[in-house]
């Protein structure tokens, strides 16, 4: 399967603005778009794109 | 009308799986829609499968989702949202327990959800028991006593129905056909490809003229060919199927089949969905208990080796739990399916080569009067370690989740296993005093949440320390494990929206723990007395 080499550093960037987000003392819920995010993380992960 | 989604992210085995489940909830209510919502590279192929069950069949093509900007992906995920989430769902299923399907499900709009999903903080939630308990054992370690199609099941909640149930007569068939499938995903999983020849050989010489069906993907086409050109085979109908065949092709030809044959995968699952009988070899990683074709007319035979079944990701070059099953044994399982045989231990002891029996274990379904399966082992005289503990946690957790009382005898022990189950009692013995102080700083706990915070750590630390000896058990005894497993998942999903609430749910699992670590006491106590008996006098445990 096409490798996905741009998305990922972009995915990785708000991967990286979400942690803070959630390691603040009081954290804030995820907007629907930061819970999205995470779901593609994933989905590149498990299929390998 | 309501609308129920089912989420099911993992491979096609699983799909048929879900299939099975969904199968018995969608005749029974007909005022459900039944949506289903998989990965398209799984789901398409099977997709007049799916139909016969599912209303709708929602895809997830990664390909379609992932451009390569973050902004248009967003966007991509967003449509297929909108799309989905356009029907108003009752309840979301998450039945795939992989991290995708989590964060999948947080985004369905559902009045309730029941297996993985992500809180608003992304951190892992799992209400439900049915799914607690898949969570913290079916994920890891040999002891769940639950067919995956049960565990569905219980998840989705179609209690009290009879399995589907094929009731043609293979005798009939004037022409035998056998469907042969040598392959699997994992070299650990599949058997030597030179025993097929032989297996063939071997059902061909018991029903002359058969015909046999090499199945396969195009991936197998090679092996599948050495298969077909074995010179043994000679003057056999074989058909090489082998990468020829759309999957729902494949499904035609199986479920025309007098008798399926092979290793533990997708296509045992596809023919146990026809109900057609079935002969599987169990290796490797494969967990018969939890992955036996849902099929009251199959048998699955695997090795009494120790290391079986292994974890998936151990590496392993000598394949021990390959070499202990011979092909003459295949073939006698295969026809006795087929001239409809009770195969039972009777017809084990009577029929077959006690030589191809030292070594493996045999296991034929039966189900409860619920309609829920188990699995036993025919060809073995005392019950396995092993099976003891998945015996002892099918008891308990049908009793204690769903108010089921699982009917057995008081198992027949080797000296050996009886000896370790004692070491076992002692393990949950103290186990039970462990649970026990739990409930009684959780208790501590509840009293103090409003007050004094040094007191409240204090009390937190000691439980905490509960918790780790609880671990400390666990890894002394096999027993323990999925009980406190089970209850390490049950306390990390406290329900409750307030600090009060969640420390009172930690209370109740802390009593439940307790209990159920009684009752494993017990039913332990049960099974080993006879054997303490034969201790005082003959001095042998």
């Given amino acids: 399967m096409e490798k996905k080499t741009g ?24 907007a629907e778009s930061e819970m999205m995010t995470l779901f593609l993380s994933s989905l590149l992960e498990e299929e390998n794109l | 009308m309501k609308n129920i989604a089912i989420i099911q992210l993992t491979r096609l085995g699983d799909l048929i799986q879900t299939v099975q489940a969904a199968y018995q909830a969608k005749i029974n209510r007909k005022d459900i829609k039944f949506h289903l919502i998989a990965r398209k590279r799984f789901a398409a192929p099977m997709n007049t499968i799916l139909s016969q069950v599912f209303d709708e069949v929602h895809y997830i ?32 299923i998450n039945l795939s327990f992989c991290k995708t399907s989590s964060y999948l499900a947080s985004l369905i709009n559902a009045t309730h959800r029941l297996g993985m999903y992500r809180n608003e903080f992304g951190e892992l939630a799992i209400e439900d028991k049915w799914s607690q308990l898949t969570f913290s054992s079916v994920m890891t370690g040999k ?12 998840i989705i909640g179609t209690s009290g129905m009879e399995p589907f149930e094929n009731t043609t007569d293979v005798r009939s068939h004037t022409v035998k056909k056998f469907c042969i499938h040598p392959f699997a995903s994992d070299r650990k999983k599949t058997w030597n490809l030179d025993k097929w020849p032989e297996v063939i050989y071997d059902l061909n010489k018991k029903f002359p003229n058969s015909e046999f069906f090499i199945l396969g993907s195009n991936a197998e086409k090679k092996q599948s060919d050495v298969i077909a050109s074995s010179t043994l085979l000679a003057d056999i109908k074989i ?28 296509l045992s699952h596809l023919a146990a969905l026809h109900g057609i009988p079935s002969v599987t070899i169990s290796l490797g990683p494969v967990k018969p ?7 009251k007319r199959a048998v699955t035979v695997c090795s009494k080796v120790n290391c079986f079944p ?36 009777n017809y084990i002891v009577d029929k077959i080569n006690i030589f191809h029996l030292q070594s493996v274990r045999v296991y ?16 073995s005289n005392d019950t396995s370690y092993d099976d003891i503990i998945r015996l002892l946690n099918r008891i308990i957790f049908d009793l204690y989740l769903s108010q089921r009382d699982f009917k057995s005898d008081i198992p027949s022990l080797t000296r050996e296993v009886a000896g370790k189950l004692m070491e076992d009692m002692k393990i949950i013995s103290q186990l039970f005093e462990v649970y026990n102080h739990g409930s009684v700083f959780a208790k501590k706990l509840v009293a103090a949440i409003d007050k004094d915070t040094a007191a409240l750590n204090q009390i937190v630390a000691k439980i905490q320390e509960v918790e780790r000896l609880a671990m ?31 420390t009172q749910s930690y209370l109740v699992t802390f009593y439940d723990a307790s209990n159920l670590s009684a009752m494993a006491f017990e039913l332990l106590n049960q099974m080993v007395s006879p054997y303490v008996k034969v201790k005082s006098s003959e001095s042998s445990v």
């Avoid at chain 2, 990664?62 to 108003?88: F, M, P, Q, W």
């Avoid at chain 2, 002891?143 to 219980?154: E, K, Q």
């Avoid at chain 2, 000598?318 to 070499?323: D, E, M, R, V």
């Fill in chain 1, 7 to 30: 998305i990922k550093e972009e995915v990785l960037k708000s991967l990286e603005d979400i942690a803070k987000k959630l390691n603040k003392k009081t954290p804030t819920p995820l």
């Fill in chain 2, 61 to 92: 093509d990664a390909t379609e989702l992932v451009s390569d900007n973050l902004k248009s992906s967003l966007t991509n995920v967003k449509n297929t949202l909108v799309n989905i989430n356009s029907y108003k769902f009752d309840v979301c």
């Fill in chain 2, 143 to 154: 002891y769940n006593p639950y067919n995956l199609v049960d565990i569905y099941r219980n």
């Fill in chain 2, 239 to 266: 058909h090489n199927m082998v990468g020829e065949c759309t999957l729902e092709e494949t499904s035609r030809i199986v479920s025309e089949a007098t008798c399926f044959l092979g290793n533990d995968s997708m």
């Fill in chain 2, 289 to 295: 208990h939890e992955s036996f074709p849902y099929n």
């Fill in chain 2, 310 to 345: 292994c974890e998936v990701q151990t590496k392993c070059d000598l394949l021990s739990c390959h070499k202990d099953i011979h092909h003459n044994l295949i073939g006698h399982l295969a026809e006795a399916l087929v001239e409809g045989h009770k195969l039972d231990a």
């Fill in chain 2, 364 to 379: 034929t379904p039966d189900f409860t009067k619920d309609g829920y399966m188990y699995i036993s082992d025919i060809a």
């Fill in chain 2, 472 to 502: 400390t058990a666990k890894t002394l005894s096999p027993a323990a494990s999925v009980l406190v497993d089970f209850f390490t998942a049950c306390q990390r999903n406290s329900p409750g929206s307030s600090l009060r609430d969640i």
